[in-house]
């Protein structure tokens, strides 16, 4: 069988550990269900493809131990008798549905093609066939992944069925160590700089691809293996511009719904302070609003600015909840060695693992602070384990740490975050860390009109121009209102602000800035 054969050839040794233990699960359930109970979610994607061909693999050594013939049958002829089922949605890529259509030819797959959402077609499929465990390509850095192990009983309110996941544990190389191997053809798209797909509205070639180094979708990209950092293969995957601070101007109020149109291609990035000075009023905190200035700049949004309390709980509740559903987090505040220093622990809570003393870490600590530290131990040293990846800078004493997607900050005033801005933008060039995407521009005007009377014709701005945030705010309740636009393409939020004025007298508006 070609793929087994290219796997026990190949002398990379951690590939042959994953594949055998992806076959060991398949055989696993190919022995607990009958052939007719399983089901296979393809979707033309890279891990879908992966675990096609684990699956032909795997049934076929499943077979082999049942014995066949003397070998007299080509093995490598078997069919593929396991129901694949495909979710076919509108918005997919062209590429990834020929490429699913053209796979299922080449292979002879029995192909389901499902056109309803995953939750009910899931129900009218197990109506309708005895299917009690499905095949999936989920592996253990998506979203999706969180809570999951190989066999996973569906979640509450689904259809009831097990989840079956053969390639939890790969890694993006690994996948990819994979398919090289195999040789076996994959979408089109991942030689165009995708790196992982999702629908034709969410999914632009990954930045840290472009030969160019400009985010522009219409540069050249190198190919999806190429990606050095697998735990960046979503960058590539933008968020809906998450709707703004509402304002009762701001288009999100008007009727759009975010996913069809209105949206701006951006990563999203969660900012958490943590201090109970700033919440009794003592400090003031400055670092957030910078923080957001230094985001829009790189072409990042701020979905959220939050302050939480010095407690370990509170900080590893706003973690978790965050991490997730940001592409980044920064946090700050409540890091040293004091009793109310919980930052470290919180984030060690909220991703479920301990603390440890980190050597490394010790040894910058005690360049700088000498033998000052009393006790066996500096507390200051211990860092959640197994999550935390130190960003050395020449210009910064102590490295900066991250943990997963999670980066703490020390700065205690602007200056201070300036430089540690500034090294992670320079280390985001060498290791992709912060993708730089197509900077926000914005344009203000101002008025003395009022509320009531731009109020409409505003609404329907937003309609003409979804791809610009418009809002509007005041300074003062009886100032000028002052308009805003923002956006990524500037000619369109020249348009946008044109569109304005003309809709009303000439001298209404009046540019500031
Ligand atoms: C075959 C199949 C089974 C799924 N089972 C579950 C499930 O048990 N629980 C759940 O929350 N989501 C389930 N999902 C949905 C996925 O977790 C996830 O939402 C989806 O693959 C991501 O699609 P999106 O990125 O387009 O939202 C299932 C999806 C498929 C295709
Ligand atoms: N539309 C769909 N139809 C059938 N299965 C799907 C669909 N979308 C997702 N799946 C299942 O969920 C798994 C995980 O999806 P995910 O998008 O993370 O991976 P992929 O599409 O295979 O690869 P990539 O990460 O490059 O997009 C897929 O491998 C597949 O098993
Ligand atoms: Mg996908």
Not at 196 to 214: E, K, M, R, V, Y
């Amino acid at each position: 069988m070609e793929i087994d054969r290219a796997i026990r050839e190949s002398d990379d040794r951690r590939l042959k550990t994953k594949y055998n233990n992806a076959i060991y699960v398949i055989q696993r359930a190919l022995a607990l269900y009958s052939i007719e109970e399983v089901a296979f979610s393809f979707n033309g994607g890279k891990d879908s493809t992966v675990l096609l061909h684990l699956l032909r693999a795997g049934y076929y050594l499943h077979n082999a131990e049942k014995s066949l013939p003397n070998g007299d049958l080509d093995r490598d002829e078997i069919s593929f008798p396991i129901q694949t089922i495909y979710f076919e949605c509108p918005s997919a890529f062209p590429e990834i549905n020929s490429f699913t259509y053209d796979t299922a030819a080449k292979y002879g797959l029995q192909m389901e093609i499902i056109r309803l959402d995953f939750k009910a077609g899931l129900e009218a499929l197990l109506k309708a066939k005895p299917i009690r465990a499905i095949f999936l390509g989920v592996r253990i850095g998506d979203p999706t992944a969180v809570g999951q192990e190989q066999f996973s009983p569906s979640s509450p309110g689904w259809p009831a069925f097990m989840r079956v996941n053969p390639i939890l544990d790969w890694s993006y190389r690994d996948v990819w160590a994979f398919l090289l191997t195999c040789k076996v053809p994959y979408c089109s798209l991942y030689d165009q700089g995708y790196t992982s797909i999702g629908s034709i509205h969410d999914t632009i070639p990954n930045a840290l691809l472009c030969i160019n180094d400009s985010a522009k979708s219409e540069g050249k990209y190198r190919p999806a293996y190429l990606l050095a950092d697998g735990r960046l293969e979503r960058a590539g995957r933008a968020k809906k511009f998450p709707s703004p601070i509402s304002g009762k101007l701001s288009c999100s109020s008007n009727g759009l719904k975010s996913g069809e149109i209105g949206q701006i291609r951006t990563l999203t990035a969660s900012i958490i302070a943590v201090g109970d000075e700033i919440l009794f009023g003592t400090v003031e905190d400055k670092l957030g609003s910078s923080l957001c200035r230094k985001l829009q700049s790189i072409g990042w949004t701020a979905s959220d600015l939050m302050v939480t309390r010095n407690d370990i709980d509170s900080v590893a509740d706003e973690v978790e909840r965050r991490r997730s559903t940001n592409d980044m987090l920064f946090i700050y505040g409540g890091v040293g060695p004091l009793h109310s220093d919980v930052t470290m622990a919180g984030i060690a809570k909220a991703f479920g693992v301990r603390m440890a003393p980190d050597e490394e870490f010790e040894e910058y600590l005690r360049h700088l602070i000498g033998e000052k530290c009393t006790g066996d131990r500096n507390e200051m040293a211990l860092l959640p384990e197994g999550i935390t990846e130190l960003l050395h800078h020449e210009q910064l004493p102590v490295p900066l740490i991250k943990c997963r997607n999670v980066i703490v900050l020390t700065a205690a005033n602007v200056a201070e975050l300036d430089t540690q801005w500034d090294c992670l933008l320079g280390l985001s060039r060498s290791n992709g860390l912060l993708a730089v995407m197509e900077p926000f521009v914005s344009k203000r005007l101002s008025t003395k009109l009022s509320d009531v009377e731009i109020a409409q014709p505003l609404s329907k701005l937003c309609l003409e121009f979804p791809d610009v945030y418009i809002g509007g705010y005041r300074i003062s309740r009886n100032g000028p209102l002052i308009i805003s636009f923002e956006g990524k393409d500037q000619t369109r939020i020249e348009a946008a602000a044109a569109g304005l004025c003309k809709k009303f007298h000439p001298g209404s508006f009046s540019a500031i800035d």
